[in-house]
């Protein structure tokens, strides 16, 4: 009875259901993946991502801080684009195209995104907070030479010790001049800790090239300070905020003015000296320029999930969905038809041996092909195992006829029981006992329990104990019984189960040569090996029956007369013996010229001496 498989378990259904699922994910993915790029798109177009831009922003700051021109400033933009994805853009106020990081001939956005000035930043800080004034990058004249950074590390160096000595913790830090700052925690003082005397101001005082630039500065910053009533007269800058704040000392300034209580005065003396900063730095920085970011589209596509896109979405995922079905189901339907096609034949009772047709060349047609080959070798299995019944059948009908036939007549007292006759029922029984053993070694052999017991054997001396026990049978043949031997090749094995093995072709070989002619048993080392050859000079054995030799109950005379052969299981032994020992067994022999059995087995050295 055909076994009903449940719907869940069929194997259209499974892959159905999972090609289904895989397209619905893959949908619901690339509906959010589209979402999610397309308002990432929007938010950087209406320069909502103001990281990205600010980042962006410092960069090129960064580059005109320290460029007196935009000559090289391609490369940077180039990379900026590839690093963040976006189009960047550099021009002049008037719209000259400074450096674009799209092909020629993009337009432009519609307005800039920001302006790169360095000497009037409000986007730019180290620690990412905005702020006003002039990029802390732009040093212009205040950048040190080698030899004074060198002093002036020395002196950081001398004032950090100095307040490590009284258990501070303090930091360096190296400007974008090449001043070394020595900086402490917030709300750290010193003198609160006895530090006072680490502060011997020589760190703060300026090196030549700085006061060379704060000459400078105080030259450009006082008509604004005598327009402003505040000519101090002499030098503005005696000295560097000891913070590091502020470098340039402004700052420092100016907050005396704020904590004097004199706030209009502050910002009077800031806007001076900011304005003189500027006028000092502006040759050492790039012009300014106008900054575009985005894609260079004026009309940007604009993602609205109305109900119109609402229903186009669901169209195309429901559209997707439903050819994937479809071509999972084409798919499942020819991979199941042949799956089919192997259940029916092996559910064919033994004696139909059914054939399956192999249609693709897939994983299925592999398993069609395996299957046909599995079926063909039941096939011959069978046939094989018929024969081999019939043939045993055959060989214990004949003995035991004649044993059945000569006791009857005893027993009917046709014929008295005299020795001539006690000696023919003997050798029948004694047929039936070698043929009863053959098919227990056989048998043995299959199972792999043939017992064998291994000892060092010179190859030599077996041949000779071989030709001995066949000698007297040989003489009566009329056939002569030669030996080769190797005095080197000695073997591992059984002696008994070689002899047996070995006495088996030469009764074979005596069987089929006529008189005069000659067996010839021999031993020679080939490499690792010992090979056994037993050479006859009879009738040898014709083409088209050397692949059977080996076979159970087979003899190339078809009459299987016990006068020209035996039971048929005397090879069959020999080969089963060869393959225990780890060895093989060949033939070869051309008709007229007789036949050559060759037997194959692993070398070993000789026993070790006792002494």
Not at 2 to 21: D, E, G, T
Not at 474 to 498: K, N
């Amino acid at each position: 009875m055909k076994r009903r498989i449940p719907l869940r378990k069929r194997l259209v259904v499974r892959l159905l259901s999972v090609s289904a699922l895989i397209a619905v994910c893959s949908v619901a993915a690339t509906a959010w993946l589209a979402v999610t790029t397309t308002t990432s798109a929007l938010k950087e177009e209406q320069g909502q991502d103001l990281a990205a831009d600010n980042s962006i922003l410092a960069r090129l700051s960064g580059y005109a801080a320290t460029h007196s021109d935009w000559t090289d400033v391609r490369r940077t933009v180039r990379q900026l684009a590839a690093e963040t994805g976006r189009r960047i853009a550099l021009t002049t106020a008037d719209r000259t195209l400074v450096a674009d990081s799209a092909p020629r001939g993009t337009p432009l956005p519609p307005r800039p995104a920001a302006t790169v000035d360095p000497l009037r930043t409000d986007t730019y800080s180290e620690s990412g907070a905005q702020r006003s004034g002039i990029d802390p990058r732009v040093v212009g004249p205040y950048r040190l030479p080698a030899k004074e950074r060198a002093q002036v590390e020395a002196l950081a160096a001398k004032r950090k010790q100095c307040y490590e000595h009284y258990g501070l913790q303090p930091g360096i830090v190296r400007t974008a001049s090449g001043r070394t700052v020595v900086t402490l925690p917030d709300g750290t003082d010193p003198a609160s800790y006895g530090a006072a005397v680490c502060e011997d101001g020589r760190l703060n005082t300026p090196t030549p090239t700085e006061r060379k630039a704060l000459a400078d500065l105080t030259d450009l910053a006082r008509p604004c300070l005598k327009q402003a009533g505040l000519d101090f007269g002499g030098q503005l800058f005696p000295t560097f905020d000891p913070s590091g704040k502020d470098l340039f000392g402004g700052g420092y300034l100016v907050a005396k003015f704020a904590r004097a209580g004199k706030e209009a005065t502050a910002r009077a003396a800031q806007h001076c000296l900011l304005t003189a900063r500027r006028t000092q730095l502006e040759p050492y920085v790039a012009p300014v320029a106008d900054l575009f970011l985005g894609i260079g589209d004026q009309n940007t596509s604009r993602f609205d999930m109305s109900p119109a896109n609402k229903a186009k979405v669901i169209g195309a995922a429901g559209l997707v969905l439903a050819v994937t079905v479809a071509v999972t189901a084409l798919v499942a339907i020819r991979l199941v038809r042949p799956l089919r096609a192997l259940t029916e034949a092996a559910q064919q009772p033994p004696e139909l041996h059914v054939r399956v047709p192999v249609t693709t060349r897939d994983e299925t047609g592999i398993l069609a092909e395996a299957f046909n080959d599995l079926t063909e070798r039941r096939a011959r299995l069978e046939a094989q195992r018929k024969a081999m019944v019939s043939d045993i059948a055959h060989e214990l009908r004949s003995p035991l006829t004649n044993i059945r036939g000569w006791l009857e007549v005893v027993r009917d007292g046709v014929v008295e029981p005299d020795p001539p006759l006690l000696d023919s029922l003997h050798e029948e029984a004694l047929v039936l006992q070698w043929i009863i053993d053959d098919l227990q070694d056989l048998a043995a052999a299959d199972a792999g329990t043939l017992p064998l017991h291994r000892e060092p054997l010179r190859a030599g001396d077996l041949l000779d104990q071989v030709a001995a026990a066949h000698r007297v049978a040989a003489r009566a043949a009329g056939v002569a019984l030669r030996t080769e031997t190797d005095a080197g090749a000695w073997l591992d094995a059984d002696p008994v189960r070689m002899r047996q093995a070995l006495g088996n072709l030469v009764s074979n070989a005596l069987r089929h040569t006529p008189a005069d002619g000659t067996v010839t048993l021999a031993a020679r080392r080939d490499g690792a090996d010992v090979v056994l050859t037993v050479t006859d000079t009879g009738s040898g054995i014709a083409p088209e029956d050397l692949p059977h030799v080996f076979d159970r109950f087979w003899r190339a005379e078809k009459s299987r007369s016990r006068r020209t052969g035996g039971s048929g299981l005397g090879l069959p032994i020999v080969r089963h013996l060869l393959a225990a020992h780890d060895g093989t067994a060949e033939a070869a022999s051309e008709p007229g010229q007789g036949a050559v059995f060759t037997l194959r087995l692993p070398a070993a050295g000789p026993p070790a001496d006792p002494a």
